[in-house]
């Protein structure tokens, strides 16, 4: 899974998103969003309005705090209309110089990239990126206030997905277990309709990364509905223990991949494109939906696009990619 990044090594541009209409707009009648509605889940599946499941399929942005170049109309018009993209990630980190150093400035980006996701037809994953410390309960007060203000301003919106917990590490399932039956609520409040996803232990890993296995989540769910489970992998480091988990695990609770790359965990590294094809292969034929990361210019082999993009205007087609973006691109615009 991703550990913590290299900040030095990142971009810092800050700007919000323009509010802008796209340059170049998708048919209304036409979109992730009008055509299966508000989502829900149905058994271990994401269903749509008409109770039918559906596989969202699309991207997560790096991490706003030093990427925030990297969303803007130009890229998010080709992410909605060039690649086809269901759903945008949008990850806030916590700390890492994320939303705990000015929670009104976050909390405000992620405002505004839920508006671009919602005028483009897309679905909008609202990532809570907690990573270090890898508790999520260290920062319940934090997520508690964020949520609160997310749903709230938000809840007449049928495009909204929340993730309550990135990548819980270094904390049993218990403890993460006890956080979400704390937040769901809070959300609930404001939302009543809103499909809730957490992060296994392990960094996502279902526990395999912790030396544990999908037991503890299948035997010790979280009391609540309309809630989904997350998985993470990187093709290059995590491979048939993994895979075995998520399928044991995904014919008896609901599970999204939020997060993978084709590289090793560090998001960097030769591809592994013969394993992340089976991967995804396996998500297809359970209609497990996905985000990869990440949708930045950032050095390493996972950022789709080739340093210097961000700075531009061109988002659109493969010459502005890395080999990993157009192997994922590929596969979000092929159905």
Known sequence: MIRALLAGALLTAAALVPTTAPATAAPAADTPVSRNGQLHVCGVKLCNQNNQPVQLRGMSTHGIQWYSSCIKTASLDALAYDWKADILRISMYVQEGGYETNPRKFTDMVHGYIEEATKRGMYALVDWHQLDPGDPNANLSKAKTFFTEI?????????????????????????????????????????????????????????????????????????????????????????????????????????????????????????????????????NSRQIGWTNWNFSDDFRSGAVFKQGTCAGSNFTGTSVLKPAGVWIRERIRNR
């Open 151 to 283: 749903a709230d301003r938000h809840k007449g919106k049928n495009n909204i997905i929340y993730d309550i917990a990135n990548e819980p590490n270094g904390v049993s399932w218990a403890g993460i277990k006890s956080y979400a039956e704390q937040m769901v609520p809070v959300i609930r409040a404001k939302d009543a309709d809103g499909v809730i996803f957490v992060g296994t232990h392990g960094w996502a890993s279902l526990g395999v990364s912790d030396g544990r296995t999908e037991a503890d989540v299948v035997n010790n769910p979280v009391r609540a509905t309309n809630l989904m489970y997350t998985f993470h992998f990187y093709a290059a480091s995590h491979k048939q223990e993994y895979l075995d988990a998520l399928t044991r695990a995904s014919s008896k609770i609901p599970i999204f991949v939020t997060e993978f790359g084709t590289q090793t965990y560090t998001g960097d590294g030769g591809n592994d494109f013969t394993w992340s094809q089976k991967y995804l292969d396996f998500l």
